[in-house]
T-cell receptor
């Protein structure tokens, strides 16, 4: 079974530029997550989708970050304009269903962003 | 509020030594789940184990074992006879209903160095 796919793996941009990351979850997984992991820290949830609806985006900096999952399958996370502090690994993850705690979350390899 | 604390930032051992990674959590939920993930240098978080709050039995999987103690709110992870391939960052995570949905939060991670 294919895992969570992400692209690009690496991206270097200048501050104030924009960037977009793409994610395709494990087939059949209804819940999709975007996490931000700054070097030396644990992953922090940015946004969580259930099918094509947003469940939680309380920690998403909405003035510069946006995400969508229009057809309830793959998803795009965009940053515009980027700041130096956005340098991090952006991890996409998915789980089978939401509706009960304890869903095991499966992660992709991450998209490494460096803002210079 | 939910919280996961991994007090050990880095641990360094020599191959074949046993090592225990500590995890302490806080939650007001009566039903919750605990997880351990491994993050090798490639960046992908690899799921290791899931435990629910009603099952305090210790678990062993090969060289890995987990000790869940509700009385001390701890879910510690032991690697027996460590190997160089165990070198990675290990994250403990907690999933509970909290308020407004089912969230999974991660500790800051413990970086394990296993030297040959």
């Amino acid at each position: 079974e294919a895992g969570v796919a992400q692209s690009p793996r690496y991206k270097i941009i200048e501050k104030r530029q924009s960037v977009a990351f793409w994610c395709n979850p494990i087939s059949g997984h209804a819940t999709l997550y975007w996490y931000q992991q700054i070097l030396g820290q644990g992953p922090k949830l940015l946004i969580q989708f259930q099918n094509n609806g947003v469940v939680d985006d309380s920690q998403l900096p909405k003035d510069r970050f946006s995400a969508e999952r229009l057809k309830g399958v793959d998803s795009t996370l965009k940053i515009q304009p980027a700041k130096l502090e956005d340098s991090a690994v952006y991890l996409c993850a998915s789980s089978l269903f939401q509706g009960a705690s304890g869903n095991t979350i499966y992660f992709g390899e991450g998209s490494w962003l460096t803002v210079v | 509020a939910q919280k996961v604390t991994q007090a050990q930032t880095e641990i360094s051992v020599v191959e074949k030594e046993d090592v225990t990674l500590d995890c302490v959590y806080e939650t007001r939920d009566t039903t919750y789940y605990l997880f351990w993930y491994k993050q090798p240098p490639s960046g992908e978080l690899v799921f290791l184990i899931r435990r629910n709050s009603f099952d305090e039995q210790n678990e062993i999987s090969g060289r890995y074992s987990w000790n869940f103690q509700k009385s001390t709110s701890s879910f510690n992870f032991t690697i027996t006879a460590s190997q160089v391939v165990d070198s990675a960052v290990y994250f403990c995570a907690l999933s509970g209903t909290n308020t407004g949905g089912f969230k999974t939060i991660f500790g800051a991670g413990t970086r394990l160095f296993v030297k040959a």
